[in-house]
């Protein structure tokens, strides 16, 4: 096989003009000449083949803590970026060895932010920045209407145990007998089909309950049923890491 047919050959797979160059030890000009003059267009970005755990972990992230944002300037593509505070920096690092499988991983860095629900203000913590790809471009615009976010319809078809357990890492909170999902993000139509869904297909019953220190049509809660929470531990404890096991100790279940 001759050096162009080997460079269309790993075009056609997705790779970038860069990884090309790399594997056949050739100059990056030289790959782009080529691919131009063969009629094809330079891959920009190397080609991600989303898995459905892929899938679920943005799905999960985005349903909590994180967000697909749009970056200033030339950049066309979206980014996930996310923070979690200090305590959880082996979550972030989790999280970004999941990314860094398919090569979207950009940086993790230690930051700090002004938060006015604490005394302090002040809090520090870890943040998690993919790189910019057509990928989360994708599902920036199934998340986001008109800037806000929004559960549609095919996440809560596709969501399976593996992306709630992300949801319930980043936003979940244990009660004196059972678990709390927060979801203030979203508006109360979204809540009731996300009540629905687990109720549809996990027998799981939630009450919605409000935040009232949160204005508006947002600020809600899914409010898990006492006698759903061992079904409930059931279905996500394949998935939660070891530092958030405390989440799955309802109170009244604690010995001191």
């Not at 050096?3 to 990884?19: D, R």
């Not at 898995?51 to 030339?74: C, E, M, P, R, S």
Request: one cysteine or more; charged letters at 25%; glycine letters at 6%.
């Amino acid at each position: 096989m001759t050096k162009t047919e080997q460079i269309i050959k790993l075009h056609k797979k997705g790779h970038t003009v860069n990884q090309i160059s790399d594997l056949l030890c050739i100059k990056a000009n030289m790959v782009r000449t080529i691919i131009n003059r063969k009629g094809f267009k330079v891959n920009r970005y190397k080609k991600v083949n989303v898995d459905n755990k892929l899938k679920q972990f943005i799905y999960g992230t985005v349903l909590g803590d994180g967000h697909l944002t749009k970056v200033a300037g030339a950049v066309k593509n979206s980014r996930l970026t996310l923070i979690h505070g200090m305590k959880q920096c082996k979550y972030v690092e989790y999280k970004s060895s999941i990314l860094s499988n398919y090569d979207i991983t950009n940086t993790v860095k230690a930051v700090s932010w002004t938060d006015r629900r604490f005394p302090n203000k002040k809090q520090t913590g870890m943040s998690l920045r993919s790189k910019c790809h057509p990928l989360f471009t994708k599902y920036r615009k199934l998340f986001y209407l008109n800037g806000s976010k929004i559960i549609p319809d095919i996440v809560l078809n596709e969501l399976d145990a593996f992306g709630i357990s992300f949801l319930f890492m980043d936003d979940g909170y244990i009660t004196t007998s059972s678990i709390i999902l927060s979801l203030c993000g979203f508006e109360l139509e979204y809540i009731n089909r996300f009540k629905k869904m687990f109720y549809d297909r996990y027998n799981l019953e939630f009450n919605i309950t409000k935040d009232k220190r949160v204005k508006g049509n947002k600020g809600y809660r899914l409010y898990l049923k006492t006698k759903c929470f061992d079904e409930f531990k059931k279905l996500v404890s394949p998935y939660i890491l070891k530092e958030f096991n405390y989440k799955l100790v309802p109170y009244t279940r604690r010995v001191l």
